[in-house]
């Protein structure tokens, strides 16, 4: 079943169903989504973000932002989604790790799967109650309500991916950096492109950016921001008729031939090998 809320101010849009494999073209009719997917049943899954298939397991979590294609097979079964755009839960951004810019969300370049044991998975099935009762109840402060509900979420799920995912050598503040510098690339891929320009944007030296990733064993910061522009082109291969050309003009390259070096360099593929291997 689908819930949703559309506020009359800024556009807002905050929905919620027990089996988005079913209804996702029914959100897909909003833009500009930030999903929160996660399989309350007892089998396996396959979620593909961006053409790449992520098994979730029975009572895991993953997340997804507009910046992305989320598909399933056609035997998905019942995956519980909120989906939500900025106007609703985050009309300004605040660079804050429970933001929309925050670490389960634009703050890893890697798809996060937050796994809930027993205790957890109990508390965010009474969490999800709460939002369905919240959903029936049609009154002027129920965006309002939705709003809290859904930080809840997002604090719950934070807290757990901080201690699954991320190394419990790193401390808060050096967490927070290797956050920002991804937050900093999601925004600027297009048209910075060196580690100097994000270590100044956090007022610190490219050394201390690049020796910080390299202790916790993160790609370079460098690899980084490459990875992040042909992830952007790989999108645009697969999902528009945009030639490399256009592609590589979209992406702020003044030649073309250097989209195609560093495409390449990336993947051990052309462009135009790319867009053949995944159309068949």
């Keep these: 079943m689908i819930y949703s809320f559309q506020g009359k101010e800024f556009g807002s849009y905050f929905g919620m169903t027990d089996h988005y494999p079913v209804d996702q073209h029914e959100f897909n009719q909003h833009e500009g989504l930030i999903n929160i997917l996660w399989n309350r049943s007892e089998a396996d ?100 309500m939705l709003r809290m509900l859904l930080k809840r979420l997002i604090i719950k799920t934070t807290r757990l991916a901080k201690k699954q995912l991320i190394p419990e050598v790193l401390d808060d503040k050096q967490v927070d950096i290797i956050r920002k510098f991804n937050v900093l690339v999601d925004m600027h891929y297009r048209e910075k492109r060196q580690v100097s320009d994000y270590a100044e944007m956090l007022f610190k030296s490219p050394k201390t950016i690049t020796n910080l990733f390299a202790k916790y064993k993160q790609k370079s910061p460098l690899q980084m921001i490459h990875d992040r522009i042909v992830l952007e082109a790989k999108r645009l291969l697969m999902y ?35 867009k053949q291997e995944i159309r068949g």
Excluded at 77 to 100: K, L, M, W
């Design 45 to 144: 899954y396959t979620v593909y973000i961006d053409a790449l298939p992520h098994v979730l397991k029975p009572h895991q979590i993953t997340t997804s932002t507009y910046l992305q294609k989320v598909s399933f097979d056609k035997a998905a079964g019942p995956i519980t989604a909120f989906t939500f755009n900025r106007a609703f839960y985050c009309i300004q951004d605040h660079d804050h790790e429970v933001s929309c810019n925050g670490i389960i969300f634009f703050g890893t370049q890697q798809t996060p799967v937050i796994t809930l044991d027993e205790d957890e998975k109990r508390k965010f099935d009474l969490l999800y109650e709460v939002f369905v009762d919240e959903f029936k109840t049609r009154d002027n402060i129920q965006g309002e």
């Design 240 to 274: 528009t008729d945009k030639t490399a050309r256009e592609i590589a003009f979209e992406l702020g390259f003044e030649e073309v031939t250097s989209f195609h070096k560093l495409f390449k360099k990336v993947t051990a593929q052309t462009p135009q090998q790319f």
